[in-house]
């Protein structure tokens, strides 16, 4: 199973940054979907933004215009550029990875974005 290691969480005040990074242990090149989810306490967990192995991107409307996800196939990372962050992106960000009999998930990373 591939291992997924999320980072760049924190604490940022409203209308701020940040950029996480998903570092997978093996290749993330091929064909696959790497993808950013977000769980707020009390909520499900929710899609953010996906990026397709061509490079074609899905986001949530909540987060359109703000996000942008990324990958880096030679670093075998995937980024989510966050800005104009709101206090309501406050949540645990997982990465995931699907592709063909595989279907991982990161431990997430903790977002808290102030007022």
């Known amino acids: 199973q591939v291992q997924l290691v999320e980072s760049g969480g924190g604490l940022v005040q409203a209308g701020g940054s940040l950029r996480l990074s998903c570092a997978a242990s093996?290749?993330?090149?091929?064909?696959?979907?790497m993808g950013w989810y977000r769980q707020a306490s009390g909520k499900q967990r929710e899609l953010v933004a996906q990026?397709?192995?061509?490079?074609?991107?899905n986001y949530a409307d909540s987060v359109k215009g703000r996000f942008t996800i990324s990958r880096e196939n030679a670093r075998n990372t995937v980024y989510l550029q966050m800005n104009s962050l709101k206090p309501e992106d406050t949540a645990v960000y997982y990465c995931?990875?699907?592709?063909?009999?595989?279907?991982?998930w990161g431990k997430g990373t903790l977002v808290t974005v102030s007022s």
């Open positions: 995931r990875l699907q592709r063909s009999g595989v279907d991982s």
């Open positions: 990026i397709i192995s061509g490079g074609r991107t």
């Open positions: 093996e290749t993330i090149f091929g064909i696959n979907v």
